[in-house]
């Protein structure tokens, strides 16, 4: 039996063929994404269609609605005409959702367990309405608010910091966070991620209501105006909430980065140790931090770290001019021509971790202290096909082999001394990374033969990279995730998922 099941868009609906397809990724379906919907052919026997149905009810966005379907009614789907622009909280599951938020259901802030608010018990849903709106109230003032359930406990503020949860699917705070509405609606659907942006120079998380009582929450704020809320450690707070038995099967957030078509989940165990092949392989760690290096992946469960990274451990100027024989003159020119960023780099501290003190190096050099981050937004903001071509070198010693970022920042300044933009010299920064996954993949080569590439860390953050990545390497495997979060979010994400 096939059926042929037809679902309308109330948007553009770039994303949500994607969607659909992770939704029935264990069943015998085929999504087909047209310029005005979705058409998904359902194969099996009538039992496996119907639970086919009933997952895709479960986790069908608002902002789909049933434009046609043919052989059987769909016996489990709940309905599903609402348009987006009428209803627009993010929520768990959206039947629920619809239900807790809709005045005229039955189900309207009715939750089942037990909550308090600021010691109070909440007694019926008018109690517990009234006690929410008290609680933006306070929000509104300047309060912080505890929020405590079984599982985790954070503050809430209306104060701006590095995690927002988002009451709202409304475009202009979407676009203020850099979130198209295609990938919110997705991302509202998908097990309640973080989202991982790179939001004016800086890495944020993003977040959604995560189970019924947030839900309510978020609705009650959006009503009253307020479109993001921050989430911050559990300490000192005005007003404590706390719940239990309203989680249910609630599934825990997980941390995704979202660009275009490009999702990377992190995953702490994808990690050259603990990859899952028999192929020859090469695992890129191209986190900013000690991890960085390329590993050799000969036989299952078998990595060795073959190349590494070296820079300067201290002033950069100073170093040139003791490293290269044409050093010193170009730290010389250097410091004529920009006197506010030599000086800037004089102050610089090392960190002992080569490609965290490069990018902390660059962003001096082009006038910030934002590190990786800045130079990675740089790098988005160029609109340029290609730039220039920088010494990203594997360099041979008594220690090994390693890429060398000594000759690579020296080339950074005789560019910069010519004229070259630094969003320009940012983009080739990435640009050139992948041409060290290249090179890197070439030598191996010499060694052993290479099926397969694995690639992790905060690079894959740089929408230019992964650009370059998928346009420059071709006939191979290439895996990705993320195994680390950048590391002013790691510990926001630990206590609020």
Do not use: W
Not at 2 to 25: C, D, F, H, P
Not at 115 to 125: C, L, Q, S, Y
Not at 180 to 195: G, I, K, Q
Not at 263 to 283: C, H, M, N, Q
Request: overall charge negative.
């Amino acid at each position: 039996m096939v059926i042929k099941y037809k679902l309308a868009l109330n948007g553009e609906g770039e994303e949500y063929a994607y969607l659909i397809s992770q939704i029935l990724q264990n069943t015998n379906s085929n999504v087909i994404k047209t310029d005005e919907e979705i058409i998904i052919f359902m194969e099996g026997n009538e039992e496996e269609i119907k639970a086919s149905f009933a997952l895709l009810g479960e986790k069908l966005p608002l902002s789909l609605c049933l434009a046609g379907q043919s052989v059987e009614e769909a016996a489990f789907m709940p309905p599903n005409r609402q348009p987006l622009r009428e209803v627009s909280y993010l929520a768990m599951y959206p039947h629920l959702a619809r239900e807790l938020i809709d005045e005229g259901s039955e189900r309207y802030f009715d939750v089942d367990g037990s909550i308090e608010v600021d010691g109070e018990k909440v007694a019926n849903k008018e109690d517990l309405k009234t006690a929410l709106q008290t609680v933006v109230q306070k929000l509104q003032e300047g309060k912080k608010v505890l929020l405590q359930n079984e599982t985790n406990s954070f503050v809430l503020s209306t104060m701006p910091g590095d995690a927002v949860m988002l009451t709202n699917l409304r475009e202009p705070i979407l676009a203020a966070f850099g979130v198209s509405n295609d990938e919110a609606l997705t991302l509202s659907t998908m097990e309640r991620p973080f989202v991982v942006k790179l939001d004016k120079q800086s890495f944020k998380l993003l977040c959604f209501a995560n189970d019924p009582l947030q839900l309510l929450l978020a609705k009650v704020a959006t009503d009253a105006l307020v479109d993001a809320l921050y989430i911050y450690a559990a300490n000192d707070a005005d007003i404590i909430v706390r719940y239990s038995g309203v989680k249910g099967d609630t599934p825990s957030r997980q941390a995704l980065f979202f660009s275009g078509n490009d999702r990377f989940f992190v995953s702490e165990e994808f990690a050259p140790i603990s990859v899952d092949t028999d192929k020859g392989a090469l695992f890129f760690d191209m986190n900013i931090g000690e991890d960085f290096g390329v590993y050799a992946i000969k036989e299952k469960g078998v990595s060795k770290k073959i190349v590494g990274a070296s820079y300067f451990s201290k002033d950069p100027l100073v170093s040139i001019g003791a490293e290269f024989d044409f050093g010193a003159k170009l730290a010389q020119n250097f410091e004529n021509s920009f006197a506010a960023e030599a000086s800037a780099l004089k102050g610089f501290t090392s960190s002992n971790e080569p490609i965290k003190d490069f990018f902390a190096t660059l962003s001096l050099l082009f006038g910030s202290n934002g590190g990786f981050a800045y130079v990675a937004a740089l790098a988005n903001d160029a609109e340029i096909a290609g730039g220039v071509k920088l010494d990203f070198v594997l360099q041979k010693s008594d220690e090994g082999v390693a890429l060398d970022l000594k000759k690579c920042f020296a080339s950074i300044l005789s560019y910069k001394l010519a004229g070259v933009e630094n969003n320009i010299l940012a983009y080739s920064v990435f640009e050139s990374a992948v041409d060290f996954l290249i090179v890197s993949q070439d030598e191996a080569k010499k060694s052993f033969e290479i099926k397969q590439l694995f690639v992790s860390g905060e690079f894959l953050l740089s929408s230019v990279f992964v650009s370059k990545l998928k346009s420059k390497i071709k006939n191979i495997d290439i895996d990705m995730a993320l195994n680390s979060l950048p590391s002013n979010l790691q510990g926001l994400y630990e206590f609020a998922r």
